[in-house]
């Protein structure tokens, strides 16, 4: 049972570039989330996901798209990467109010 | 909306000693109190919860108590090892499956 999984691990992409995270769980779990952690900021939702086929705002959505054609899977995309979004992304998935985390996705813009 | 606010952001105790981390919460309508654990390069773990139909709660050395009039929260570690050391989180949550994180607290535990 592998839970929460996310690649890549690590990713650096200059200005402008594009790329996806993919976030993967084996735990049927309805909802998924993304977020970005930055320093002494604690956890900021980005985008959020009920279930299949659905997708919402969080907190700071501006500059990602998000997708959930999957049950399993949520992708996270930056179409045109900016400094400002150089961060660490957690996925998490949940069940009965309790999320459950990947172990996050070091992305530097330069 | 929900905004939670954690204190101190970071802690530093000598090993045997007692931690202790605090948070408010501004809805009164929140019912869930999780708190996570995240060591270097992990993502975070929820290490214990409490809802707002009980006061304290403990799991062996660790332990949450909640004061619903007041609004606030707190994780009490008892015995620190230097394995304690790692930034925790609490949150909030009115029930449904969405989170309101406070800040983080870096706490290290000195040998």
């Known amino acids: 049972n592998a839970g929460v999984t996310q690649t890549p691990k690590f990713r650096v992409l200059k200005t402008g570039q594009s790329m996806t995270l993919l976030c993967a769980q084996d735990?049927?779990?309805?909802?998924m989330y993304w977020y970005r952690q930055d320093p002494g900021m604690g956890l900021r939702l980005i985008h959020y996901?009920?279930?299949?086929?659905?997708?919402a705002k969080g907190e700071v959505p501006d500059g990602y798209n998000v997708s959930r054609l999957k049950k399993q899977n949520f992708l996270l995309g930056l179409e045109s990467a900016a400094p400002s979004q150089t961060s660490v992304y957690f996925c998490a998935s949940s069940s009965g109010g309790i999320q459950y985390f990947g172990a996050g996705t070091r992305l530097s813009v330069l | 909306g929900e905004n939670v606010e954690q204190h101190p952001s970071t802690l530093s105790v000598q090993e045997g000693d007692s931690a202790v981390i605090k948070c408010t919460y501004s809805d009164s309508a929140s019912n869930y109190f999780p708190w996570y654990k995240q060591e270097l390069g992990k993502g975070p773990q929820l290490i214990i919860d409490i809802r707002s139909n009980v006061g304290e709660k403990k799991d062996q050395r660790i332990a949450v108590t909640l004061n619903k009039t007041a609004k606030h929260f707190s994780l009490h570690i008892t015995e620190t090892q230097p394995e304690d050391s790692a930034v925790y989180f609490c949150?909030?949550?009115?029930?449904?499956?969405?989170?309101?994180f406070g800040g983080g607290t870096r706490l290290m535990v000195k040998p």
């Open positions: 949150a909030a949550s009115n029930g449904g499956n969405m989170l309101t």
């Open positions: 996901s009920v279930g299949e086929g659905t997708t």
């Open positions: 735990m049927n779990h309805e909802y």
